[in-house]
């Protein structure tokens, strides 16, 4: 049976969304994540998301779904502009860019003009991330938490990194029966939306006419 969060997950509109920013035929999914930061939470430290995947792949997009209202007091996500900004900052000592970090980034900012959007999410917004999208999401300095579900979809034929580590997830989990190495293909892992059966399905349509 369908849950109505499966109608956010698995929403072959929200795939498709995913599929035609990344230019590619089809995305299956990799997993979807609940994202609750209590009151007073602080600052989700900057990074992009490329090594918390198991994927051997720079094809995967991240979904963001905001389940109220976040104004930039309740910490909405928030990005660097640039798919390559990620490689600027990526040489900085600390990997994890907490708060000691914060005003070398700035200044690293500013230096090279990047904007950082920061903006509140209305509800139905959704935002969508590549994988070397360099971001972070200010302290909840609300009395509510801040919901957010963030679905990641990647390229199908994408493959399991071959040496997976600590920082690189929990495959497992996520993927059952992949080894690595091995093009990620399971049931956990469904084709959420594929051009190609739609072109299949409209031939069809077509040749019935
Ligand atoms: O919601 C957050 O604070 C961070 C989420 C995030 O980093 C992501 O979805 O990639
Ligand atoms: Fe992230």
Not at 96 to 108: A, N, V
Request: aromatic letters at 10%.
């Amino acid at each position: 049976m369908m849950s109505s969060c499966d109608n956010f997950v698995l929403s072959k509109r929200i795939a498709q969304i995913a599929s035609e920013l990344l230019c590619v035929q089809a995305v299956r999914l990799y997993h979807d994540n609940a994202l609750s930061k209590e009151p007073g939470c602080r600052r989700t430290p900057w990074h992009y998301d490329y090594h918390h995947f198991p994927i051997d792949s720079q094809n995967v997009f991240t979904a963001w779904i905001p389940l109220q209202p976040i104004p930039r007091e309740m910490g909405p996500l928030t990005f660097a502009a640039g798919i390559v900004t990620y490689k600027l900052v990526k040489d900085l000592a600390s990997n994890k860019f907490d708060s000691s970090d914060g005003k070398q980034l700035s200044q690293i900012f500013a230096d090279k003009l990047i904007p950082v959007d920061d903006g509140s999410f209305d509800l139905g917004e959704i935002s969508f991330h590549h994988t070397l999208s360099f971001h972070t999401a200010g302290a909840t300095r609300t009395n509510e938490s801040r919901m957010a579900l963030a679905t990641t979809y990647f390229e199908d034929g994408a493959r399991l990194v071959s040496s997976p580590t600590m920082i690189s997830g929990e495959f497992h989990k996520f993927m059952p029966a992949i080894e690595p190495g091995d093009i990620i293909d399971g049931e956990y892992n469904p084709v959420c939306y594929s051009r190609i059966d739609l072109l299949a399905k409209e031939n069809v349509m077509n040749r019935s006419l």
